[in-house]
């Protein structure tokens, strides 16, 4: 699937080493279940109790026992009983658990019978008699119903991982598939005791294809976009790098353990690591990542602190476990869990739900908290397991209290992140404390300011006071289309066009050099309840540091004070410039009547006369003069037709200042131009045919006007061909340039002056040049054309060419389809 | 007798020329105020007929005769106004007060311009007389 994509929103795709080393791990994980010997997975070292206690506590803690427990792979009894694993370890108890006790962790009794434990839903193995109930070492001591639940939320992370995929939020979607990575490896780790090794191979075909099916979305987006490599190729180094050290690191551990099956306790912590060093070197890329790519920077620093947070007490509780290992510090352990496993997770859902679930659909504003739910769930379940193995005598009362407690505890660790967050946010960073009170004091709903520059003014004063921005402006304008209305620094941009996607983008991350607008580094979107009035934009902060989440919400809600403000100072100004339109009409109309008396009675001067001097004529002089009276027939002929085109123009002039509808129809240019052609060569240019040289695409469909389009394309040529010498070429060209439908006609006549360009699209006037030349015309014609191109949403400009001559270019916006 | 014809108009310059030279006026066309300005500094004039609209708007035909008006030898000579306005008391007053003597409006008849004219010229060289008497 291949998904369009802004350039802007075009980045390292992080995802794809995500996905990378999402499938190395499942190929290993699947050839370790499926080829691996069940010798290898022994990591028992009968050497004494010590190492016995260090076990027990590798079992209780985290994620990491997931590769302890992993490693020791235990063949099902019931499925392969004639192995008699036990006979693997001579001189160790077993402990065997019936399915139907509450607790799976409680034994029931001690055999090293293989045909007691067909059925039991764990085995325990204990390195000497004593130590039976206390401390012991159990190999697959999960539940087939809980392995279950983990795995369950493992294909929850990869469905969302996949679901967001879809909706083209990659980037954020790599985080997801991160978590998958976790709680994937992990289940898969708990499953083998209970599934078959077929089962879990359909397992890992079945998690595979999804893995392979995102990333070859992710290289076919790789492909489509070339500019990946640069700064991306940085990042990708250190992904590949951080994935080649797990895979090294795991093969370690895999070889070390064949070597030595009998002593390889400490290898096996070895084969936690490369889980442990890939997930910190994850999030040091990531942190790298979010470096070059500042967008991802605060997200890839919330989970570089939450793995610290994660994973150092964790490892602090399980050396001092080691060290010291008096009873007390196996409490001590499982509660140092509650805030290890609580502070990442918590972390992980806010971030999810800032970061990743902000698309505004059932299914995202609902996945976050579901999906922390069953995370706290399954952490409540593992831990109550860990509390009940830890203290055997527990009764069931204080168990359910000791659940209930968790529960809480988990269901509360957001909203104690939440608190934590705030005290730091208004103790630590001022700022916050800043922006509530320039919220609470200064702003206040300007109703009743008409100037949309003193709103303006007022909002870059106090950005620029509070923020470290040396550039920020504030643009305007209906639509998306927005102007320059007040800056401070020098921006460039004058105009912003911004679609609604690229509004609700900023809004929520910052730029990316490659966009055409990369000197703002924030556009802030300023908005009433149905439209978009303005956009604050700020330059990239000057301490180095991208906005934060907290600059973004503040800002959005300052800029929304103003909004109604800035709304009605632009309706104001609408309806200011709708006044001044009809002005303008009416002021026109009253011109068009006065220069009817004054344009038609000149010609009907010239008629007058003429004919009285053909009245005065005495037969005499008729025959001695007959070119005389030729010559005045003439002239009161071509008087009379000059005041019939006038009264056209004047028609036309009058009726463009009258309508007001413009009738949009699909129209072909080409035989739009050639029918004004036929018309001009009917009405005195019989050369047309020879000078007039057409360029365009004969097959182009344009929306437009045809009846307004072929009164400028008329005048424009009839123009043309009047002010230039005979026999001199005039070239009409038309195409699509930049969006724009742009035609053009160029004559090789004799330019305009430059100081009466602009001059000659007013009405009534004409060339000082062709008065005296005694060509005639009303001064109408470009008035009419301008007036009819401003009509239909374009503009004419005219400019002198290089060599002799003048070209006319009409640009027209092009229209969609009406419906 | 010397007359200067001003209009920015090809065919009326034409036609009051042709329309005054039967009558025996010798006729000096001018297309634009600058052009009549040259003309009238450097000979001798009997009257003027000044079109209200000339093509610079700096130099209209109101303009014109107040410039005329300021050469001694055209002080007292009859000038005429054509106007094409229908509505244009405010402009007609503003020429008759640059010094102009009567107006025309178009169209016109030529014989009703040549009575006027004739009736100016009458008119001034009487006066001239009544001066010259004094």
């Known amino acids: ?819 | 007798m010397r007359i200067l014809v001003v209009d920015d108009d090809v065919a009326i310059v034409e036609v009051l020329s042709v329309g005054l030279s039967r009558a025996g006026y010798e006729v000096v066309p001018a297309y634009s105020g600058s052009e009549a300005l040259s003309c009238a500094c450097c000979m001798s004039l009997a009257g003027a007929i000044v079109d209200m609209r000339l093509p610079d708007p700096a130099l209209d035909g109101v303009e014109v005769v107040r410039q005329l008006r300021q050469q001694p030898h055209l002080a007292t000579v009859p000038i005429v106004l054509l106007t094409a306005h229908i509505i244009a008391e405010e402009d007609m007053q503003l020429g008759l007060a640059a010094g102009a003597n009567a107006y025309m409006l178009k169209p016109f008849r030529i014989q009703e311009l040549r009575e006027q004219l004739r009736a100016l010229l009458i008119a001034s060289t009487m006066c001239h007389e009544s001066d010259h008497d004094a």
């Not at chain 1, 803690?61 to 008699?84: E, G, K, L, Q, T």
């Not at chain 1, 954020?172 to 289940?187: E, I, K």
């Not at chain 1, 912590?269 to 990542?289: D, E, K, Q, R």
């Open chain 1, 1 to 819: 699937m291949i998904y369009p994509q802004p350039r802007w929103k075009q980045r390292l795709p992080s995802g794809i080493v995500l996905a990378v080393a999402l499938m190395g791990s499942f190929l290993l994980n699947a050839f370790w279940y499926l080829f691996a010997p069940p010798q290898w997975g022994l990591i028992l070292d009968p050497a004494g109790p010590q190492s016995v206690q260090r076990c027990s506590l590798v079992g209780a803690c985290s994620a990491v026992v997931a590769w302890h427990i992993r490693d020791v792979r235990y063949p099902s009894p019931a499925a392969d009983a004639a192995r008699n694993p036990f006979g693997l370890f001579p001189g160790h108890w077993v402990c065997a658990f019936q399915p139907a006790r509450r607790s799976p962790f409680v034994p029931v009794m001690q055999t090293t019978h293989a045909d007691q434990i067909e059925g039991a839903s764990g085995v325990m193995l204990l390195s000497d008699q004593q130590s039976c109930g206390q401390k012991a070492i159990y190999l697959n001591y999960m539940p087939f119903s809980l392995a279950f639940i983990y795995f369950a939320l493992s294909l929850l992370c990869a469905a969302l991982a996949f679901m967001l995929w879809l909706h083209a939020r990659r980037d954020h979607a790599g985080w997801l598939a991160l978590v998958f990575l976790l709680t994937a490896s992990w289940s898969f780790s708990l499953l083998p005791s209970s599934l078959t090794r077929y089962q879990s191979a359909i397992i890992l075909a079945f998690v595979s294809a999804i893995t392979v099916t995102i990333l070859a979305d992710m290289f076919i987006w790789l492909l489509v976009r070339p500019r990946a490599q640069g700064r991306g190729a940085v990042a990708l180094m250190v992904w590949s790098g951080s994935l080649l050290l797990l895979l090294l690191l795991d093969l370690l551990a895999i070889v070390a353990v064949i070597r030595d099956p009998h002593h390889v306790y400490a290898w096996s912590n070895l084969t936690s690591l490369p889980f442990l060093s890939g997930s910190v070197l994850s999030m040091l890329s990531a942190l790298v990542i979010g470096n070059i790519h500042p967008p991802h920077k605060e997200t890839a620093r919330l989970l570089l602190w939450a793995t610290i947070f994660g994973i150092v007490p964790f490892f602090l509780g399980y050396t001092v476990q080691t060290i010291f290992p008096v009873p007390w510090t196996d409490l001590l352990t499982a509660l140092t869990l509650v805030p290890c496993c609580a502070l990442p997770l918590s972390l992980a859902y806010i971030i999810l739900r800032r970061q990743i679930l902000q698309i505004d659909t059932f299914i995202h504003r609902f996945a976050g908290p579901a999906f922390y739910l069953l995370v706290a769930f399954g952490w409540t379940i593992a831990l109550l397991e860990i509390v009940q193995w830890q203290i055997p005598a527990l009764t069931p009362s204080a168990e359910s209290v000791v659940g209930m407690v968790l529960w809480g505890s988990m269901l509360l660790a957001p909203l104690m992140v939440q608190v934590v967050q705030w005290v730091v946010a208004t103790s630590i960073f001022p700022q916050v404390g800043t922006y509530q009170r320039i919220l609470r004091e200064q702003v206040q709903v300007r109703m009743g300011v008409t100037d949309p520059q003193v709103i303006g003014h007022e909002i870059l004063a106090t950005l620029m006071n509070i923020l470290p921005v040396d550039t920020c402006a504030v643009y305007w304008g209906g639509g998306t289309s927005l102007t320059l209305l007040v800056a401070r620094g020098s921006p460039s941009t004058e105009c912003l066009d911004l679609s609604p996607e690229m509004i609700a983008a900023w809004q929520v991350e910052p730029r990316c050099a490659e966009h055409e607008y990369a000197e703002w580094a924030l556009v802030v979107p300023v908005q009433t309840a149905e439209r978009l009035v303005a956009c604050i934009t700020l330059g990239p902060r000057t301490d180095g540091w991208p906005y934060g989440q907290a600059d973004r919400d503040w800002l959005l809600a300052y800029g929304s004070r103003f909004a109604v403000a800035l709304d009605y100072t632009q309706k104001v100004e609408e309806v200011h410039a709708a006044l001044a339109r009809q002005q303008e009409l009416a002021r026109f109309k009253d011109q068009i009547v006065a220069t009817i008396h004054h344009e038609l009675r000149t010609p009907l001067t010239s008629m007058v006369g003429f004919a009285d001097l053909l009245g005065e004529m005495t037969p005499d002089e008729w025959h001695t003069a007959p070119s005389a009276v030729k010559h005045y027939a003439e002239q009161i002929a071509t008087q009379g037709h000059l005041l019939g085109t006038l009264m056209r123009s004047l028609f036309q002039a009058y009726e463009v200042g009258r309508q007001i509808d413009v009738h949009w129809q699909r129209v072909t240019p080409a035989e739009l131009v050639e029918r004004v052609r036929a018309m001009l060569a009917m009405s005195g240019h019989q050369d047309i045919h020879e000078r007039l040289q057409l360029q365009g695409d004969p097959l182009l469909q344009v929306i437009t006007d045809p009846q307004m389009l072929e009164q400028i394309v008329r005048n424009l040529l009839s123009n043309a061909f009047k002010y230039s010498p005979p026999a001199t070429r005039v070239v009409l060209r038309y195409g699509i340039e930049q969006g724009f439908f742009v035609l053009s006609v160029r004559d090789h006549g004799y330019g305009i002056p430059e100081d009466e360009q602009q001059r000659i699209f007013a009405p009534f006037v004409r060339l000082e040049r062709d008065i005296t030349s005694g060509t005639r015309g009303t001064g109408l014609g470009l008035a009419l054309v301008k007036s009819l191109a401003e009509r239909l949403g374009g503009s004419i400009v005219v400019a002198n060419t290089l060599d002799a001559g003048a070209v006319f270019t009409l640009r027209l916006p092009l229209h969609v389809e009406p419906a």
